[in-house]
């Protein structure tokens, strides 16, 4: 679990493929104080388990599903992505639960500069959009970002300064993927809900239901 507050921007040292797979070495400084083989660290938003660790880098394992549905699959030598440890239960939960668990990707559509802000576009697909709501949280490559505007085949957020400085997605370029998380909780009403009707439509099929229906 996360908060989606970057802790470092690290950078790929090496990056060793599969044919659908693959294994990634990270340069950072910070990040690995404290960690040990088999902890997580979010990278890029993608929840990863350390495998290896050096005095200031770490590397990580990702399976092929993980390769498919991230933006992990573009990162080469030298790539900067942002970093955060798991959240330990007496930190201040400063942005929103992020899982770790990507949904999908988004496309950098615009970039558009404000005062001390930068509004940025992102185009998704609508079963993510779904979810998307204005003043909802969003993690986009593990960042906690709050949502300004939603339609249906977009969104965007306003990044301030701290953000730009501290997180790689002010670096990116129009058309660059991003990974998205939505708030876990739009996630779980969902099938709260779905889950309550299917099991009412299913209790409605009775003897009596038959028997008005010509069955019996």
Not at 10 to 19: A, D, E, R
Not at 71 to 94: I, T
Not at 99 to 119: K, L, M, Y
């Amino acid at each position: 679990m996360f908060t989606g507050l970057i802790e470092e921007i690290g950078m790929v040292q090496l990056i060793t493929k599969g044919s659908t797979s693959s294994q990634i070495t990270i340069k950072a400084r910070n990040i690995v104080k404290g960690i040990q083989i088999g902890d997580s660290i979010s990278t890029n938003g993608v929840c990863l388990t350390v495998t290896n660790l050096g005095e200031q880098t770490f590397s990580v394992d990702v399976m092929p599903e993980t390769m498919r549905n991230t933006n992990l699959k573009n990162l080469a030598k030298g790539s900067p992505v942002n970093l955060e440890r798991a959240l330990r239960l007496k930190d201040r939960l400063g942005g929103h639960i992020v899982s770790g668990h990507i949904d999908g990707v988004g496309i950098i559509q615009n970039f558009q500069r404000e005062e001390n802000a930068t509004w940025v576009t992102i185009s998704t697909s609508r079963k993510l959009l779904k979810y998307v709501i204005p003043r909802g949280s969003i993690a986009i490559d593990g960042t906690s970002l709050t949502v300004a505007y939603v339609n249906e085949s977009l969104f965007k957020v306003s990044i301030i300064p701290h953000t730009k400085e501290t997180t790689i997605l002010l670096n990116k370029k129009i058309g660059d993927e991003v990974n998205l998380e939505v708030d876990v909780i739009g996630k779980y009403l969902e099938k709260l809900i779905f889950f309550e009707k299917e099991e009412n439509k299913k209790d409605s099929i009775n003897l009596d239901f038959l028997r008005e229906n010509g069955f019996c």
